[in-house]
Each structure stands twice: as C-alpha cells, then as structure tokens.
C-alpha cells in the first residue's frame, strides 16, 4: 500500500528545501508508511525552484512539478491528486509547504487514517500561528458549509488532509480544478456523500516570517493584505454558495 504527498510550494526559498527534506526524512521513518512525494513548484518568483531541485537530486521517490505559469493553491493541488488517480497510489496525503504542520502530527493523523480504514480524514490545527483575521475567516466558512451542507468540521478547507484512492476516484476533480478553494469543496463531498471519515490534531508551529511572500491570500499583518483577505473571502463564498452546489453530486 502505497501513498503520494503532494506539497505546493510559491515563493517559500530555502523553506521549502528544508520542509521538504524534514517531510522525507519523518516519513521515511516510519516502518508502516510507505510515500512518494509530489512537489510543486508553482512558478515561484524566488529561488524555490532551485532549492526543489536539489531535493530532487537527493531522493529517489521525489516527483518535480514546476508549473508553467501560477495556477493558484487550489489547481496546483488538485493536480496532484489527478496524477495519484492516475498513478495509483492508493492514498494521498497534501500538506501545504509553508513549515506551518508538525510532520510527526501528520504521520499520526495519516498512521491513525490507514489502521481506521478512513475514505478521508482532515487535520485540526491547534497553536494555529495565523493572526485573528485568518481565523475569523475560517469560523465563518465553517458556519457557512455547516448550514449549506452539513459539514462538521473544525476547518473543512485546511491543507493538511488524508484521502483514499476510492474516495478520489469517486470526485469530480476535473470539474473543481479552477475552484478558490477545492479542498474545501472536496470536505463538502465528503460529508453530503457520509464516507468514512474523521478529524485529527494536528501541532502547528509558528511559520510566520516578516519577509514571505508565498502568502496567496494574505497573511493578516498589515491593512494591505486585510484588504486582500476580505475580498478573497467574498469570492470564496460566491464559490461556496453559487459553484459548490451545482458540482456536488450525491453518489
């Protein structure tokens, strides 16, 4: 049994080496775990791609995707769970690149995933590091999915998730691919369609560094990216409400 990683990765520099190499080295000492790993590299401006390079240089189980052009977290993911289909992993797990997860927290999430035999499982993020606006967000999404589709989860839209190769086979991921957010369509799936699945923590870590600039919706710390959070929230609930119901489907 066999499973992908897919990371994305914009703008992260040295970061995404190092996170890339500490994601490897905690999955690779696990006896029960067995996972390639698909970076993506989406047409970063710095040297992330050169970093990524080296990583793939070093390890034999790493897959490269440099994207052409920027196609946003949610395309650049999605990606990655279509060549998981078509490469048969039977699991994938994403973790976003930006050194936020504890990797021995996700190995317990995805270890804890495969002995319960889950469809699907999400992470709870606790000691988030992101400022109040960030989280505001999140709590208004969560009332959003609740009331529209049932969705129980704590953060239906986090980047730390595991999901089986039936339950992807069974998505319309073609469909979702120019989603703001199809992670967070993806949960909605998950819970209209009640596949076998579950939450578990995750330890985050503080990752919030002065000089990033891999944020896509803006991290909260000046009027500026404020102003870009809102007027992505407002876009991702137009998604939400207008784009989400007419792809789900109950199977």
Known sequence: MKGLVV???YNEGEVAKLYSEELILAFQSSDDIKVDFYLANDFSSDDTKNYLDSIKNKYNNVVLQN???NLGHGKTVVNGYLYAVE???QYVIQIDGDNAAEPTSIIQLVQASIDK???FSLAKRINRPDKLIRKIITSILRINLNFKFGVKAYDSNVGIRFMSENFLKTAP????????IPNAFITCFAYVNKFKLNEFEVLMRDNLRIERTGEQWGSGNSL??????IRGSYNCFVEVNKQF???ISVL
Not at 173 to 180: E, R, T
């Open 7 to 9: 990371v994305p990765f």
């Open 67 to 69: 994207n052409k052009e």
């Open 117 to 119: 035999n889950l469809d």
């Open 245 to 247: 119901p007419k792809n």
């Open 173 to 180: 991921l073609d469909a979702i691919k120019n989603f703001l």
């Open 87 to 89: 490469n048969n992993y």
């Open 224 to 229: 500026t990216s404020i102003i870009k959070l």
